[in-house]
């Protein structure tokens, strides 16, 4: 839907977070004559007209246009009365693919990595001195963004990618992972509605050479493949040439080298040489809640790895401490994830599991004798403080959602690392 369409139509605006607050405002901006409905599961405090989520099936004919947030599921049974009334149900990411813009648009997505993916190849197009802008999932609302930069780099979640109508230059699926089932209502649905970026168009697709789903995509480039930009024993090539090495890449773990192997794909295919960009990569922070060293603290180092919400993640985290002596917090909300083989590498691996939280008795019981379970987060790591060796790693890697005890990730980081240093 373009912004032209929207000019002179009943627009309601369906979840007043971040992003539907951003909405609001550039929608004011635009069409400041007009007037809004505002839908929420709270009442707001806003000039405009509001609608209680639970009684939107009374209120059809008050609205031509529904903006919905990502967190408002597509399969909502109110979208489909909406879509039924032939109320036309969009959102602000589809607004943003339909604006104007000169610079070119890289769009990211993957059940693991789409976050470290994108900041690390916005971080290093500012070092090179690009004019370029990061938004998206990530947390900058897309409307937020000036109109005036030569990249876009922009995560997109499988919420923003469900019902994706805008093209962008460049499309990138990282992994696909079982994730997301209350919102898309099966794992295959994630899957396909994941997938949906990939199938808008792009001028490139740039996937994973290690994920066999991605295997009939069309107008592809591989990476993680040995014929094009991967990494073997600490050194990046580009097929058989070496690009550089990866001590100085400050990011633990493998699964962060295929990142890098992903955004060093995508900066080749926007013509940059490859070498500068790898060496502009050892400068990069990392983002919080993301196998995020702190410590030691007391006789402990702590690794805050909270946005790992699935048992590959949570895997890929302790392979990166292979070589170190680990108690691993784990469990969260439960969405029918499997966690037969990260049981096996916890058993395979020098790690001691504390098991918490709506997954933590589905994991526990799926470990041998030594593993232990604990009530809260707090009582988690008051036991790995008590039973972590001298100079031993205490990583918090839940292997699942926030939302049973947490308003979202970040907030269990955050108690985590509070918790670590009391």
Not at 1 to 16: C, E, T, V, Y
Request: glycine share 8%; with cysteine; charged share 20%.
């Amino acid at each position: 839907m373009n912004l032209s369409d929207l000019d002179g139509k009943r627009i309601a605006i369906w979840g007043m977070g971040r992003e539907g607050q951003t909405t609001l405002s550039f929608l004011k901006e635009k069409f400041p004559n007009q007037k809004f409905v505002i839908i929420n599961r709270d009442e707001v405090d806003a000039d405009e007209e509001f609608i209680a989520e639970g009684n939107i099936e009374n209120r059809l004919n008050d609205f031509d246009v529904v903006i919905k947030s990502p967190g408002i599921s597509y399969y909502h049974p109110a979208v489909e009365l909406m879509k039924a009334a032939g109320i036309k149900v969009t959102s602000a990411t589809n607004i943003w693919f339909s604006l104007p813009k000169d610079g070119q648009v890289i769009a990211i997505t993957g059940s693991n990595g789409k976050s470290t993916t994108s900041a690390l190849t916005h971080h290093i197009l500012k070092t090179l001195g690009k004019n370029a802008e990061l938004g998206g999932n990530i947390g900058t609302p897309l409307l937020s963004l000036p109109a005036d930069a030569d990249y876009y780099v922009v995560e997109l979640s499988s919420y923003q990618t469900c019902d994706l109508t805008g093209v962008p230059d460049i499309a990138v699926l990282l992994n696909l992972h079982p994730e997301h089932i209350q919102w898309h209502r099966s794992h295959e649905q994630y899957y396909h509605d994941k997938c949906n970026l990939i199938r808008r168009g792009a001028t490139v697709n740039i996937v994973n050479a290690l994920e066999p789903r991605l295997e009939n995509t069309e107008n592809k480039i591989l990476f993680n493949d040995r014929n094009r930009i991967h990494f073997e024993s600490g050194i990046i090539y580009d097929g058989d040439m070496p690009v550089g090495g990866t001590d100085n890449f400050p990011l633990l773990g493998d699964h962060n080298l295929e990142n890098l192997c992903a955004s060093l794909t995508i900066l080749r295919e926007l013509g940059l040489v490859i070498t500068d960009c790898l060496k502009a990569s050892y400068s990069y922070a990392g983002l919080a809640h993301r196998l995020q060293i702190f410590g030691p603290v007391g006789d402990h180092m702590f690794i805050n790895d909270s946005i790992s919400t699935d048992p590959e993640a949570t895997i890929a985290a302790l392979h990166a401490l292979k070589e170190k002596d680990v108690t691993l917090i784990v469990g969260g909300e439960d969405r029918e994830q499997d966690y037969t083989e990260m049981a096996k590498i916890i058993e395979e691996t020098n790690t001691t599991a504390i098991c918490v939280y709506e997954t933590g008795p589905r994991i526990f019981d799926l470990l041998s004798d030594g593993h232990h379970q604990a009530s809260s987060l707090a009582d988690a790591v008051l036991c790995a403080k008590d039973i972590t060796a001298k100079g031993g790693y205490i990583l918090l890697s839940p292997a699942s959602p926030s939302y049973d005890a947490f308003n979202d990730f970040e907030e269990r980081g955050n108690l985590f690392m509070e918790l670590a240093a009391s």
